[in-house]
T-cell receptor, first 109, second 119 residues
Framework: KNEVEQSPQNLTAQEGEFITINCSYS?????LHWLQQHPGGGIVSLFM???GKKKHGRLIATINIQEKHSSLHITASHPRDSAVYIC???????????FGTGTRLTIIP | KAGVTQTPRYLIKTRGQQVTLSCSPI?????VSWYQQTPGQGLQFLFE???????NKGNFPGRFSGRQFSNSRSEMNVSTLELGDSALYLC??????????????????FGPGTRLLVL
């Protein structure tokens, strides 16, 4: 079983829809990262969080440490949000990142 | 401030050869991490360097090695290339702040990657 599970694997939505991507992990972590990867490979770090909630523009990330679960929300989705979203965790005592398999998001105009 | 740069961007090698990839971090960043991304395995951590020392290593064979220079630039080397080494190799840099002997978790800034094809 993977230490980091993401769902859904693929998500297609209409422009303007509210998007939720989920990430569950099975071990204690010191932090969780949400990353965005566009076609061509470039990766951008969206959020790093260890508790609570963070917001940046139309993106919101939440984490529940007790339930070992995080969500990434996108409000008023736009075709430029189409990308692969990857969750990664840093395990307690070993700061190397372990990655989920990613969620491929496609927003249709 | 210039972002993380990686060279070369594309590389084609044959089995048995070796390859060296280079990563220049953001100015002032002392930590550099390397990752391998393949369609089958996804993103996997290779190693992390901080102040010229390898601080962490992923589960890769000894054919994969790296180093960091005093200016924080880093190189990774893969010897005796295999077909399965074909991948996108990404490096990421971060400030590298310490909390005693432990590292803070920090935002990582990724380079554009080097796409390696082994024939």
């Amino acid at each position: 079983k993977n230490e980091v599970e993401q769902s859904p694997q693929n998500l297609t939505a209409q422009e303007g829809e509210f998007i939720t991507i989920n990430c569950s992990y099975s071990v204690g972590i010191s932090a969780l990262h949400w990353l965005q990867q566009h076609p061509g490979g470039g990766i951008v770090s969206l959020f790093m969080l260890s508790s609570g909630k963070k917001k940046h523009g139309r993106l919101i990330a939440t984490i529940n440490i007790q339930e070992k679960h995080s969500s990434l929300h996108i409000t008023a989705s736009h075709p430029r949000d189409s990308a692969v979203y990857i969750c990664a965790v840093a395990l307690f005592g070993n700061e190397k990142l372990t990655f989920g398999t990613g969620t491929r998001l496609t927003i249709i105009p | 401030k210039a972002g993380v740069t990686q060279t070369p961007r594309y590389l084609i090698k044959t089995r048995g050869q070796q390859v060296t990839l280079s990563c220049s971090p953001i100015s002032g960043h002392r930590s550099v991490s390397w990752y391998q991304q393949t369609p089958g395995q996804g993103l996997q951590f290779l190693f992390e360097y901080f102040s010229e020392t390898q601080r962490n290593k992923g589960n890769f064979p000894g054919r994969f090695s790296g180093r960091q220079f005093s200016n924080s630039r880093s190189e990774m080397n893969v010897s005796t290339l295999e077909l399965g080494d074909s991948a996108l190799y990404l490096c990421a840099s971060s400030l590298g702040r310490l909390a005693g002997a432990r590292r803070y978790q920090e935002t990582q800034y990724f380079g554009p990657g080097t796409r390696l094809l082994v024939l």
